[in-house]
T-cell receptor, first 117, second 120 residues
Framework: AQTVTQSQPEMSVQEAETVTLSCTYD???????LFWYKQPPSRQMILVIR??????QNATENRFSVNFQKAAKSFSLKISDSQLGDAAMYFCAYRSRAVQGAQKLVFGQGTRLTINP | GAVVSQHPSRVICKSGTSVKIECRSLDFQATTMFWYRQFPKKSLMLMATSNEGSKATYEQGVEKDKFLINHASLTLSTLTVTSAHPEDSSFYIC????????????????FGPGTRLLVL
């Protein structure tokens, strides 16, 4: 079974600075998706960024980028120019892409990010 | 963007009663919907996968007779907590997979805003 581990329960960063959230996963599959979701105080889950495992290029979405290291099974999220609105719980998630594989998302434990003004 | 709604957003009920939570995809069709449970300051725990027109697939340890799931159409799935007890109090979240994106080779799940259940 796949597992996702976020080893940082809490992180904080000064506004306008850069912060990196860590995520590692374990799988025997070669084709899968990785995601970062944001859950603000409203508790609405918001997709931040997505990475297909077959793509070597790291995904980017404006101020958000990932460092995807497939061999190391590492998938970190970098937030540049942090803003107060970035404060939230961040979840790393894995999903198999195999047709016969489980289609469910496997979530990490989450990292609570605080932005200091 | 695609929108998933949940109703009600919060509900308080007495122990022993049943509560139904609806999950709707408003502007897309979803053959698959997922139901999660989230405890305070914890991660999302998948309860079951709901497939339109067929029986739901429950995760290990989730009582299917306790948490009844019905996915009667491509835009609606319901979760009924039967004979609710205080330990069922939690935040329940659904997500829906966009069929058109799936057929095009894409993959995106959209989450509902969640339902807070309090059983007294």
């Amino acid at each position: 079974a796949q597992t996702v581990t976020q080893s940082q329960p809490e992180m904080s960063v000064q506004e306008a600075e850069t912060v990196t959230l860590s995520c590692t996963y374990d799988t025997s599959e070669s084709d899968y998706y990785l995601f970062w979701y944001k859950q603000p105080p409203s508790r609405q889950m918001i997709l931040v960024i997505r990475q297909e495992a077959y793509k070597q290029q790291n995904a980017t979405e404006n101020r958000f980028s990932v460092n995807f290291q497939k061999a190391a099974k590492s998938f970190s999220l970098k937030i540049s120019d942090s803003q107060l609105g970035d404060a939230a719980m961040y979840f790393c998630a894995y999903r198999s892409r195999a047709v016969q594989g489980a289609q469910k998302l496997v979530f990490g434990q989450g990292t609570r990010l605080t932005i200091n003004p | 963007g695609a929108v998933v709604s949940q109703h009600p957003s919060r509900v308080i009920c007495k122990s022993g009663t049943s509560v139904k939570i609806e999950c709707r995809s408003l502007d897309f069709q979803a053959t698959t919907m997922f139901w999660y449970r989230q405890f305070p300051k914890k991660s999302l725990m998948l309860m079951a996968t709901s497939n339109e027109g067929s029986k739901a697939t429950y995760e290990q340890g989730v009582e299917k007779d306790k948490f009844l799931i019905n996915h009667a159409s491509l835009t609606l799935s319901t979760l009924t907590v039967t004979s609710a007890h205080p330990e069922d109090s939690s935040f329940y979240i659904c997500s829906a997979r966009d069929l058109s994106l799936l057929l095009a080779g894409g993959e995106t799940q959209y989450f509902g805003p969640g339902t807070r259940l309090l059983v007294l």
